[in-house]
């Protein structure tokens, strides 16, 4: 299995920036994507993930800034309204589906591949 995080970079406060993220490897439709972030000296932390069935779910903290789409060949993850303290290296990761096939989980440890990770930064 293949994990690949694209579209990193650096983007003003008060913007936005879509990262993608393409897995290989798995059957299309049955596998979960998380996406994560870690800023410099913090824990890795959940900011969203989509099931095969397409359910999303957030943290209840940010799910206004953060929008998770899906297509046949990728998952995207867009940031809005982006501050300085969202600067960090966000991370895609996959599994596959569970029992439940509408559920994906925002916990690190039930990821079992993960991407390199791509830098943002939010900076004027």
């Known amino acids: 299995v293949h994990v690949e995080e694209s579209g990193g970079g650096s983007v003003q406060p008060g913007g936005s920036l879509e990262l993608s993220c393409r897995v290989s490897g798995l059957t299309l439709n049955h596998y979960v994507v998380g996406w994560f972030r870690q800023a410099p000296g913090k824990e890795r932390e959940g900011v969203g993930c989509?099931?095969?069935?397409?359910s999303t779910r957030y943290p209840s903290s940010l799910k206004r800034q953060f929008t998770i789409a899906q297509d046949n060949t990728k998952t995207t993850l867009r940031i809005n309204s982006t501050k300085p303290e969202d600067t960090a290296t966000f991370y895609c990761a996959a599994r596959t589906e569970y029992s439940s096939p509408g559920y994906c989980a925002l916990e690190t440890a039930d990821y079992m591949y993960w991407g390199p990770g791509a830098q943002v930064t939010v900076s004027s």
């Open positions: 989509i099931s095969g069935y397409g």
